[in-house]
């Protein structure tokens, strides 16, 4: 890989990072109003549970997908980023600039992928 596309893909992890950590900002303030809103009927109430369950989903997220942005930003120090974790093939950087997080190629992620729907895993989506 060049090191104009590395120093590219590394400002990407960087931006992505900047915008989960604005992120939590914004959602903490959005848990505000939410107290401060008006007696709820039984309804509403059922409703802004259902709310609160999905920012807490979001902010999981976030949080993983944080972890690995950190990962990621981490391999650049190493010096193994872009490399595949499981054949240790580079992967293209058609693939980096789409997810700068991942860390599988697309034949091992494909393998992956292939055994997650066989046995049906949970699996939190790479995004
Ligand atoms: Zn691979």
């Known amino acids: 890989m060049r090191k104009s596309e590395l120093k590219k893909l590394k400002q990407i992890l960087l931006d992505m990072r900047q915008s989960i950590v604005m992120g939590d900002k914004t959602s903490s303030i959005d848990d505000e109003s ?3 809103s008006e007696m709820p009927d039984e309804s509403d109430k059922a409703c802004t549970e259902a709310s609160q369950k999905i920012a807490i989903r979001i902010m999981d997220r976030d949080r993983n997908l944080l972890r690995k942005v950190e990962k990621a930003l981490d391999k650049f120090e190493d010096g193994s980023f872009g490399m595949c974790e499981r054949c240790e093939e580079e992967i293209s950087v058609q693939r980096l600039k789409v997810r700068p997080v ?4 697309i034949d091992c ?5 292939k055994l997650e729907k066989v046995y049906q895993k949970d699996v939190i989506e790479e995004q």
């Not at 991942?102 to 190629?105: E, S």
């Not at 992620?109 to 992928?113: F, G, H, I, L, T």
């Open 34 to 36: 939410l107290e401060s």
């Open 109 to 113: 992620k494909e393998d992956e992928e």
């Open 102 to 105: 991942t860390t599988l190629c």
